[in-house]
């Protein structure tokens, strides 16, 4: 009996001992599927249920003008988000949802997308970001789970439009777009940093933690005048509207140091208004849009001419037709001038004397003297996606080319490259490069460098001839009461797609100069696109450049020149 009880118990032991093996295999087992197999993805999804961490938006740095009047700041505002709780149906979300649609007037299509992120079982959605204060007051009051709220950051610009085009915009994560908050957007942006956010298992954070602070971003100061601004946008809105224009823009200058003070554009934007339409903004004509020169561009043939030694200043040429046949085409003048020296064909503005300089000058002449005014690249500006023009090699031009490109057509132009080529002449013949930025953090330089394009004898004999021009020419509209100014007018038939020529009712009017003459302080293009009834610059363009040009020296507080009342009245402009 003892024996088959003693059995009984070793069998049991070895059943027991069986089952214990079996027991601890499975755990060991599990254990190495959890610790080693699955090692990875389990400690991610604990990671992501228990903590997550968010990056830290610094605050984006103030963007002064030259005075340090503020353009462009940032401001905080509230985020609203949602974290929605496991053990809550998805109806109860929806419900939330609905809620904050009318407090924050979601559209549908938003509405929409969250609820759809809410079916993937997403667990961060952002419901709006950069409230207004009194609409996170509302949503606080409601107490809805699940519902927080984040700092952040939005772009205020206080003047509204002002300068729209060269401050440019950011998007709603605070990364600069165009203009100036894009090229500069690294300097700007500063650096993120990290938050690391606890939660318990229904994803309600119970602490916050920064792991990283972020670094607020660099201030940058503009060569941009607040004023000087304000007065140009002021005149080119005026003459754009009394005229009906299609776009127009103006860009000031201070020629010795290649300061942009000003860069107006027609029609304007305000910076804090919704973005219905992006290219509105986005295109700042000054130096996205090209056209084509006309007579502004007489100023490069004759400095051509002059300074390869081709065409004397003492030549006189007949333009008694009021025209000259070319290969296949008559240019003509807008009257019959009769015989004319070199100063008074760009003076009076002639166009079958200018041809006649040009057929002087040559095609390598002027080729060259093209390209050394900086014509089919970019100026190097401080601005994004400069436009480089349209300029062809010589291999490429036609028999009439020598012809249309003396009188600014066969190229296309920004306005940047046109006040480029007055301010050589404005700086005795040397290029300086222009900037928007008058400060760069970092100790960053702009790594154009000044160079000479003319002689200071050429330059001073264009200088001396665009005087005259502001003085008895054709921009007897642009003399300004006390000062002596100098400059060029231009007036460009339009091509026409429609009809695959140039159109005789489409016109660009336009005007570029500087004053005072002698020492110059500013530098001036006005372009005014389509302007209905008169459309010659001298008559359009002109009185702008003379208003705008006043009111800035007075606010300058440059002190007259001569005595204003001597004023010569010319009976026809162009």
């Known amino acids: 009996m003892k024996n088959g009880h003693e059995k009984k118990v070793r069998n049991r032991s070895i059943i027991l001992l069986f089952f214990f093996l079996i027991w601890f295999t499975a755990i060991v087992i599990r254990l190495v599927q959890l610790q080693v197999i699955d090692y990875v993805r389990l400690k991610k999804e604990v990671t992501e249920q228990n903590h997550e961490i968010e990056k830290i938006t610094p605050k984006r740095g103030t963007i002064f003008d030259r005075s340090g009047n503020i353009l462009a700041r940032s401001l905080p505002r509230p985020s609203v988000f949602f974290y929605p709780s496991k053990d809550e149906p998805l109806k109860k979300h929806i419900e939330k949802i609905q809620t904050l649609k009318k407090l924050l007037g979601l559209s549908s299509s938003n509405t929409a997308g969250i609820v759809e992120r809410l079916k993937r079982g997403d667990s961060f959605i952002w419901i709006a970001r950069k409230i207004k204060p009194e609409q996170a007051l509302r949503i606080e009051k409601l107490n809805l789970p699940g519902i927080h709220f984040d700092e952040e950051n939005k772009r205020f610009y206080p003047q509204g439009q002002l300068a729209a085009h060269v401050i440019g915009r950011v ?88 300061d942009i003070l000003a ?46 030694k081709s ?49 002087k000058t040559g095609e390598k002449n ?85 160079r000479r394009v003319l002689s200071e004898v050429t330059a001073g004999q264009i200088s001396r001839m665009l005087e ?58 006005v372009i005014i696109d389509e302007p209905k009834g008169v459309f010659y610059g001298g008559e359009v363009a002109a009185p702008v450049f003379s208003e705008t040009a006043y009111q800035i020296l007075r606010y300058l507080q440059i002190p007259k020149q001569h005595n204003p009342q001597k004023r010569m009245i010319a009976s026809q402009q162009r």
């Open 366 to 450: 002027l080729y060259e003297t093209i390209i050394a005014f900086g014509f089919g690249r970019r100026t190097g500006i401080d601005l994004p996606a400069e436009e480089h023009g349209l300029f062809r090699p010589i291999k490429d031009w036609t028999d009439i080319s020598l012809s249309s490109l003396s009188i600014g057509y066969e190229i296309s132009v920004t306005a940047i490259q046109m006040l480029q080529a007055i301010n050589i002449v404005a700086n005795k013949g040397v290029v300086i490069p222009f900037r928007t930025v008058k400060n760069i953090p970092y100790g960053g330089t702009s790594s154009l460098r000044c």
């Open 171 to 258: 998007n709603i994560d605070d990364r600069g777009q165009s203009g100036i908050e894009y090229r500069y957007n690294s300097i700007l942006e500063g650096e993120k940093g990290e938050r690391l956010i606890l939660k318990d298992a229904k994803y309600r954070e119970y602490r916050f933690e920064t792991l990283k602070s972020p670094v607020p971003g660099k201030d940058l100061i503009l060569t941009i005048d607040e004023t000087i601004q304000y007065i140009a946008e002021k005149e080119l809105k005026k003459a754009a509207s009394k005229t009906q224009a299609r776009w127009g823009t103006m860009i000031v200058s201070h020629p010795p140091t290649g």
């Open 311 to 359: 065409v004397g200043l003492n030549a006189v040429f007949d333009c008694s037709e009021g025209s000259i046949a070319v290969p296949g085409k008559v240019i003509r003048d807008h009257k019959k001038m009769g015989i004319l020296t070199f100063p008074e064909v760009i003076i009076h503005s002639s166009n079958v004397g200018t041809v006649q300089i040009g057929q």
């Open 263 to 308: 860069m107006a554009n027609y029609p304007p934007y305000n910076l804090n208004s919704p973005l219905s339409d992006i290219a509105k903004i986005d295109r700042n004509k000054a130096i996205h849009q090209t056209f084509d020169p006309g007579s502004t561009f007489k100023i490069i043939t004759a400095s051509a001419a002059l300074e390869t």
């Open 468 to 525: 005259d021009v502001v003085r008895s020419g054709t921009g007897i509209r642009a003399q300004i009461d006390g000062y002596n100014a100098a400059g060029k007018t231009g007036t460009a038939q339009k091509f026409d797609p429609s009809i695959g020529r140039y159109s005789a009712g489409m016109h660009t009017a336009s005007f570029v100069g500087f004053v005072t003459a002698d020492e110059p302080v500013i530098s001036i293009l």
